[in-house]
């Protein structure tokens, strides 16, 4: 292993990572948790995974499937208390944004939009490459990704209205 | 410039100035050395030596939320899981959820679909059902090939094929006693779901299963969904993953066919009571939080 290239890499995309973790999550503390993680299974396959292309997109797909199982149980946690309370609660609202920002207009989202509308216009990541990230069809991301820019137009309008 | 294309503008610099102002407030050096004593701490050896493939790879079967990890493959090897349901819901990381915990139903007659609670004043839904009756059938109903992510039609492959990592089972209860919500009839037989590590021996979970058993059951949306067109009637999943036992005499004992947990142990509790549910149960929202008024 190259200790200086993969430092290099890891000053190069833990940042960026910690970015699409909060845009996700909203939470600072969990997203540079998962950013960690990541870049521990990065290490433990640098052989492998420096001779790709593109690292940060192995990078993308292993922190997009953590971000996506800490919101599935997070929401084990709430389904009980939906079908008991017989209403859809708020999708894990990030706590520590401020009104009108990116991380609050988003908290509207699924997590999957979230996570594809991030990766689309934050990262700047095309559709062809979304879909290998999350491994999920070319038409989900499609799909998802209109849903959200459906939804967060609502949103936009109905903010500006008020 | 279409209204399209200046919500697309809009959106992407919204994100792009919050992501780059998310990353430059990141102490690089400091997260590098956090990640250099992680990597020197006594975990770590065991993360690089461990034999599970694909760590910390979840799924959410039927919506039940269970965590799976793939169950680990010795090179093709043909050969099914014919391991207590106990031990292949351990292989999956299953946790249940936390609901019998306070300030939600503390135990099976709680869980009752006849028990009715209100929220803030407002009746709530229930679980669908509660069913005793004898297994008469277990089926293989289909394969996942992911197991992370949210599933998708795009997932399914046939049931025990080489590509499946997780295998969705059907046991059909003939069912004989129990209560439905809000006092519907009770239907002659239920399906209800398992998530299991794939390849499924089906004829050792059948005889695991087989006999009388008692279940609180909620109609599961998700393999509806995902299943579209594939699927005869209503699917039922285990209410919190849990809510399955044995009958014994008037008696259905939860738990045994699950991994032990700190919230769920083993629980003996008379049909009857179950039956009959706990009553009226108030919750009144406070700080944000639905609680018990007790």
Known sequence: ?162 | MSNDDQLAEQLRRMATRSMERRAAAVDTDAALNDHRVRLDSPHAPDRRDRRWLAAAAAVVVVAAGITAIAWPRDGGNPETDARPLAERLEALGEEPAETLSAPWWRGAVEASPATHFTLDGEEVDAPDLFVVGDVVAVNGLTGFSSNEGPLTADDLVDFNSSDAVIDIVVVTIEVDDGVAENDQPLPDQVDFVLGLPAPTDLMSLEQELSGRVGAILFRTQYLDQTLAGRLDGALYDVLDGYFLGRVQGDEVVFGEFFPPSEFFGVETVRIREIIAGAGDIEMVTRNGEPTRVD
């Open chain 1, 1 to 162: 292993m190259t200790e200086s290239s993969f430092e290099e890499c890891f000053r190069e995309h833990f940042p960026r990572l910690v970015a699409l973790g909060e845009s996700m999550t909203g939470d600072s503390g969990v997203a540079h948790e998962f950013a960690q993680e990541a870049f521990i299974r990065l290490h433990d396959r640098w052989d492998t995974v420096s001779t790709y292309e593109r690292p940060e997109k192995w990078l993308r797909r292993v922190m997009s499937n953590l971000l996506i199982d800490h919101h599935r149980s997070r929401t084990a946690e709430r389904r009980a208390v939906e079908r008991l309370a017989n209403r859809v609660l708020r999708d894990e609202v990030p706590d520590r944004v401020e009104p009108g920002e990116w991380l609050e207009l988003v908290a509207v989202l699924p997590a999957r939009q979230r996570l594809i509308v991030s990766l689309f216009y934050g990262c700047d990541l095309p559709i062809s490459e979304i879909f290998e990230v999350l491994g999920v069809s070319e038409n989900t991301v499609k799909s998802s990704l209109s849903k959200a820019r459906n939804t967060l137009r609502a949103e936009m309008e109905q903010r500006h209205v008020e």
